[in-house]
């Protein structure tokens, strides 16, 4: 998404709680990406997104915290596997990010997440300040800081799916077939360096480890990803 096709505004507006670009037979994966880590920071020139790379020495001398707090690539790395994907492209997917600051953001299926990790978090920084990012083609908007819980924007009924290295192993391939048909499923991903946020939240409703081996949050999802769209036959 190019700086000069986009714009921002602070007028608020309600993200409706029946998902957006909803298939008219339900199935749909909704993606919670846990714990990013998005804090802004004010440099000389502008308000920046703090990244353990740029900040170093303000992470650990100023704040006097752990440089795997500020990894706000794994959110970008995470969001371009998701945008990306068919299942996004054929309006199977929604995406919400909760921050380690309590911020909820709803990503708009139609965003097309910058390349680049600069303007990604420059894009960021302009969403904390402004509170919402529209199109400026269509005056669509495409990022939105919106009200907690995210349960309140989840569909009734759904099943939510925690993922974690210490739950139980399963083989999507098995485990994808006999999940409810024709519904909504949510899998709550931690957008971590470490820590397990997936698990250690108060609305899942079951728990799961989908490899013996430990997983990127992009590698995480894009294998939970496959699994639906060969499941679905989306080429």
């Not at 996004?88 to 309590?102: I, M, P, S």
């Not at 931690?190 to 939240?201: D, F, H, I, L, R």
Request: glycine letters at 4%; aromatic letters at 6%.
């Amino acid at each position: 998404m190019e700086k000069r096709k986009e714009s921002s505004e602070q007028e608020e507006e309600s993200v409706p709680r029946v998902i957006e670009g909803a298939t008219e037979d339900n199935r749909k994966i909704i993606f919670v990406l846990e714990q990013a880590s998005l804090h802004l920071m004010k440099s000389k020139k502008k308000l920046e997104i703090v990244n353990s790379d740029d900040h170093r020495q303000y992470i650990t001398t100023k704040l006097k915290r752990d440089l795997t707090h500020f990894r706000p690539d794994i959110l970008h790395q995470t969001l371009l596997m998701l945008m990306d994907s068919p299942l996004n492209k054929t309006g199977h997917l929604t995406v919400y990010v909760n921050t380690d600051e309590n911020v909820l953001i709803h990503i708009n299926p139609a965003t097309k997440i910058p390349r680049t990790f600069k303007r990604f978090s420059s894009l960021m920084a302009q969403l904390l300040v402004k509170m919402k990012i529209r199109a400026v083609s269509t005056s669509e908007t495409l990022l939105k800081v919106i009200k907690h819980p995210v349960t309140s924007h989840i569909p009734f009924g759904a099943l939510k799916i925690g993922t974690s290295s210490k739950a139980r192993l399963v083989k999507l391939k098995e485990f994808v077939p006999k999940l409810p048909e024709n519904q909504p499923i949510v899998f709550v991903v931690g957008a971590v360096a470490k820590g397990n946020p997936g698990m250690e939240n108060d609305y899942i409703d079951d728990c799961i480890c989908i490899s013996k081996f430990g997983l990127s949050a992009a590698y995480c999802v894009s294998k939970i990803l496959i699994a639906f769209e060969d499941h679905w036959n989306i080429e």
